[in-house]
């Protein structure tokens, strides 16, 4: 399954340009259950943790701990070699699929929303957009994104 973009992600792309520029200083939230049918729709499922620079606090808005993508090659557009992408859980469960959110002054996004800048893709331990070496978790365990990509497809 591909990574689905929202409306506010989309539109943001179209009118402003580059994806990193849009997406500069955001976070992740992993989520129990399964995926929603895109990223416009209400999170499901639980919030497990949310990931930020070295499990920094992060607020909206600003931009401390916030998340970077580093230089594309060939079409993919990696994490940021620079950060520590990681999170405390603060729930325990399985992790089904994740929501990265553009920084914007609103706070976890549990609504239904066609402006929010985000994307979301499912999570497990093969065959996923991100893929971790447990998908289950207790509170208080910090899990770390070593490596993630945003791939472009190429035209045929």
């Known amino acids: 399954m591909a990574l689905k973009f ?3 992600l989309r539109n943001a792309l179209l009118d402003a340009g580059s994806f990193q520029d849009v997406l500069a200083n955001g976070v ?3 989520y129990s259950g399964a ?3 895109d990223p416009d729709a209400a999170a499901t499922g639980s919030l497990l943790l949310k990931i930020t620079v070295a ?3 992060f607020s909206h808005g600003t931009t401390t701990n916030g998340l970077n993508f580093g230089a594309a090659v060939a079409g993919v557009l990696p994490k940021s ?3 520590i992408w ?3 859980c603060v729930a325990a469960g399985t992790i089904g699929w994740f929501r990265f959110c553009a920084n914007a002054a609103d706070s976890e996004p549990t609504d239904a929303d066609t402006v929010r800048k985000s994307f979301d893709g499912s999570i497990a331990s093969s065959g996923a957009q991100l893929l971790m ?3 289950t978790v207790a ?3 910090t899990r770390t994104i070593d490596s993630f990509t945003v791939t472009l497809p190429a035209g045929s």
């Open 81 to 83: 070699t620079s950060e």
């Open 28 to 30: 992740m939230y992993l």
């Open 55 to 57: 499990s920094g606090a």
């Open 86 to 88: 990681s999170g405390v």
């Open 139 to 141: 509170i208080g365990d």
């Open 35 to 37: 995926q929603p049918t």
């Open 6 to 8: 929202s409306t506010g």
């Open 133 to 135: 070496s447990s998908v």
